[in-house]
């Protein structure tokens, strides 16, 4: 199997190439910095993996096309896709600015949207299915203050994945959400409220390791999830079952 993961060079899409190559497939993993890219997949080569670094800015369409086409050249074929390429931006919705606003919707909705069109049309003239999953956010599935741009754009994902079922079923390509609720990743961590806080507020006594969120992942662009589609799996610890703000 053949999977390209965007936005992938630390934290959880780093994770996920991870354990996709560990698990046997080939993984172009692509980040913005190319540095950190290549570093990245270095440090799945050394474990045994089988990982390219292609980096880009996964919101522009000419190279997201560049992207497909190189996966396809390397490595045969497009398999699985997982659109982790995102940006985060807290801010006062009385105070929001429309630059902060292009910038979530060019790269959350807007790449996302046109790699998993040209993902999918290179699965379809495959003619072997394929699986895509796309990664939202719990914000996606409940409020959470001066995250509102943020949780639009992932609940605008969630809401992309259940439209495209209709269209993307008869190829065999099945198309998910994973909504990740707070974990520890490189940025958060640099928070010393994150880890206290979120224990506090979280069903389960702790924010999510990186494993947790790609273990999910893995899952859904299994064999194993073949008939599910359209979903969207929340890996929370609970929180947003009770919803206890960490203000």
């Not at 997949?41 to 369409?61: N, R």
């Not at 949780?151 to 993307?168: F, H």
């Not at 064999?223 to 203000?247: C, F, K």
Request: hydrophobic letters at 45%; proline letters at 4%; aromatic letters at 8%.
């Amino acid at each position: 199997m053949n999977a390209i993961v965007t936005g992938a060079a630390q934290g959880i899409g780093f994770e996920i190439c991870r354990q996709l190559a560990l698990r046997g497939a080939s993984v172009v993993l692509n980040d913005v910095d190319e540095t950190l890219a290549e570093e990245a997949a270095g440090k799945i080569q050394a474990e045994g993996g089988h990982c390219l670094a292609v980096p880009g800015d996964a919101s522009d369409v000419s190279f997201i096309q560049y992207l497909v086409s190189k996966t396809v050249a390397s490595f045969g074929s497009v398999d699985i896709l997982v659109a982790n390429a995102g940006i985060t931006t807290f801010g006062d919705f009385f105070e929001y600015q429309p630059e902060s606003l292009q910038k979530l919707l060019d790269l959350n909705i807007r790449g996302n949207f046109f790699l998993t069109q040209q993902a999918a049309r290179q699965m379809r003239a495959q003619g072997q299915g394929g699986r895509i999953l796309l990664m939202s956010s719990v914000t996606g599935q409940q409020a959470h203050a001066y995250l509102a741009a943020y949780g639009m754009t992932k609940a605008a994902l969630q809401m992309l994945a259940k439209s495209l079922v209709a269209e993307l079923s008869p190829y065999g390509i099945t198309i998910n959400c994973v909504a990740p609720g707070a974990t520890l990743t490189e940025r958060t961590l640099d928070d010393p409220e994150y880890i206290p806080t979120w224990s506090r507020i979280t069903p389960l006594g702790k924010p999510a390791r990186v494993a947790d969120i790609a273990a999910a992942v893995i899952f859904l662009t299994s064999p194993e999830a073949g008939h599910i589609t359209g979903q969207t799996l929340v890996v929370d610890g609970g929180w947003s079952s009770v919803s206890p703000s960490p203000y």
